[in-house]
């Protein structure tokens, strides 16, 4: 079945430093999706990208979408405390409605 | 106001024991989906319904039962034969419809599950 994998699992920067996720699916996918989950939270919407090459920006938050769409990845610039969390993204593969989630990465930014 | 309400926030499940997890959502969303999040993990698919009375098998099925008589409600029962039943357990609905934003999906606030 589709699998999506990202790298890091866990991610620790100073504040004012820049951080990238990387996500890499096993089959070609129709968008992809970004969530964010706060400690003890639940995982909230960031955005999605359908088309191939796609570069979104929100504010500090870059998002990009790979050429063969298959592999996808968020930077954000100059983190902030606020920043901590772990993000998620998830791809949509074919003409399905079911999402599958990548293992997720874990950002704590230390002041 | 508008959203996905989940309770309890806390379960605590006896041996041998089912119990259910409530998910409510006022969105009018038609798809409704439950997953399961072990700690430092992502999410796991676990069961789904894209209308009332209809409702599919995701990837960690075994152990879970559901049900869809309303549109607004999708409880989850996690059954005895559920071994290892401790985890964060999210629900999520999905908008109606076509265009891109009906692959949006938008979480309740959880129920952590816990073994006694």
């Known amino acids: 079945g589709q699998q999506v994998m990202q790298i890091p699992q866990y991610q620790h920067v100073q504040e004012g430093e820049d951080f990238t996720t990387y996500c890499n699916s096993s089959?070609?996918?129709?968008?992809i999706q970004w969530y964010k989950q706060r400690p003890g939270g639940h995982p909230v919407f960031l955005i999605q990208?359908?088309?191939?090459?796609e570069v979104k920006k929100q504010k500090r938050l870059t998002f990009q979408f790979g050429e063969a769409k298959k592999n996808s990845s968020l930077h954000i610039t100059a983190t902030q405390t606020t920043d901590v969390g772990t993000y998620f993204c998830?791809?949509?593969?074919?003409?399905?409605?079911?999402?599958?989630f990548g293992t997720g990465t874990q950002l704590k930014v230390e002041l | 106001d508008g959203g996905i309400t989940q309770s309890p926030k806390y379960l605590f499940r006896k041996e041998g024991q089912n119990v259910t997890l409530s998910c409510e959502q006022n969105?009018?969303?038609?798809?409704m989906y439950w997953y399961r999040q072990d700690p430092g993990q992502g999410l796991r698919l676990i069961y789904y319904?894209?209308?009332?009375?209809?409702?599919q098998k995701g990837d960690i099925a075994e152990g879970y039962s559901v049900s869809r008589e309303k549109k607004e409600s999708f409880p989850l029962t996690v059954t005895s034969a559920q071994k290892n039943p401790t985890a964060f357990y999210l629900c999520?609905?999905?908008?109606?419809?076509?265009?891109?934003?009906?692959?949006?999906?938008?979480f309740g606030a959880g129920t952590r599950l816990s073994v006694l």
């Open positions: 999520a609905s999905t908008l109606s419809g076509g265009g891109v934003a009906k692959n949006i999906q938008y």
């Open positions: 089959t070609t996918l129709s968008n």
């Open positions: 990208l359908v088309k191939s090459g």
């Open positions: 998830a791809g949509l593969a074919g003409g399905g409605n079911k999402l599958t």
């Open positions: 969105l009018n969303h038609d798809a």
């Open positions: 319904s894209q209308i009332v009375n209809d409702f």
